[in-house]
């Protein structure tokens, strides 16, 4: 919509919002205004009851390239720690609906880092990935260093941090960073990616923003903490009506119409 300069916000199916990234010239680079309205859009898809999943995305040529290279390069050491530069992007991780990143094209520093911050990421046989930071004299400052290696592993993340070589969509699909290569041709990942955010729509509010929680909580919690939280949640959810009409339902051999209450 037009209320933003950097992004554009649509409603391709009903519970579904695709936030675009819009800086086609430049490949998408994520300034500091850019981040400003992603936050703000997401935070008002999270508050709207009728919306039940996100899909986050760029261009065919480039989910993201990067940090704004040319915003970044001339601060100094006292403006980024004072303001505490790139913090406020990890915003985005405290939404509580599902976000899928459809990733085409380049992924590369803060793009990589935004795909790795959603909770799903589809990615078209076109996407490259990578955190070349390495080669501008930095490294990654958008949470690379950790979800990477959470996702991929050490001496896998290690590498590519260090040499700052990109890699493809089957490679990260193979080290289960993304969750699927979808088939080639244009618009193809974020149909897809629509197609899950509507069937994750179509479940109970309650339930699915508890699955998220817990799943991301294994990434925080030791094992034994991350079981009894997950087990209180589950407890939790017998205090919902959702619980009752989905195992009513499943009783009575017809699908369930949740309220999400
Ligand atoms: N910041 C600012 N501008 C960028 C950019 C970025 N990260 N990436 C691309 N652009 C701009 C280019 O400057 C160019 O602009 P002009 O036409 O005005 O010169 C335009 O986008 C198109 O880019 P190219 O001409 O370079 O396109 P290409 O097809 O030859 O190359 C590319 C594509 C390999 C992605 C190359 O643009 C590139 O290497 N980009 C930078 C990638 C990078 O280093 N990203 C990490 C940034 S640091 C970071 O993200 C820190 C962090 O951890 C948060």
Known sequence: SSQYEFILTSRPEPGVTLITLNRPKVLNALCSPLFVELNKA?????????????????????????????????????????????????DLTKTRKPIIAAVSG????????????CDIILASPTAKFGQPEINLGVIPGGG??????????????????????????????????????????????VKE????????????????QAAKEVVNAAY??????????ERRIFHGLFATKDQKEGMTAFAEKRKAQFTNS
């Open 42 to 90: 997401v935070v008002e898809a999270d508050n709207d009851d009728s919306v039940g999943a996100i899909v986050l995305t760029g261009s065919e040529r480039a989910f993201a390239a990067g940090a704004d290279i040319r915003e970044m390069k001339d601060k100094e050491y006292a403006d980024v720690y004072k303001n505490n530069f790139l913090e406020s992007w990890q």
């Open 106 to 117: 380049y992924a590369l520093g803060g793009g990589c880092e935004l795909a790795l911050m």
């Open 144 to 189: 690379g260093s950790q979800r990477l290696t959470n996702a991929i592993g050490k001496s896998r993340a290690m590498e590519l941090i260090l040499t700052g070589r990109t890699f493809t969509a089957q490679e990260a699909e193979k080290w289960g960073m993304v969750s699927r290569v979808v088939g080639e041709g244009e618009g193809e990942v």
């Open 193 to 208: 990616a629509v197609a899950v955010a509507k069937e994750i729509s179509s479940k109970g509010k309650i339930a699915v």
């Open 220 to 229: 925080e919690l030791n094992l034994a903490e991350g079981l009894r939280f």
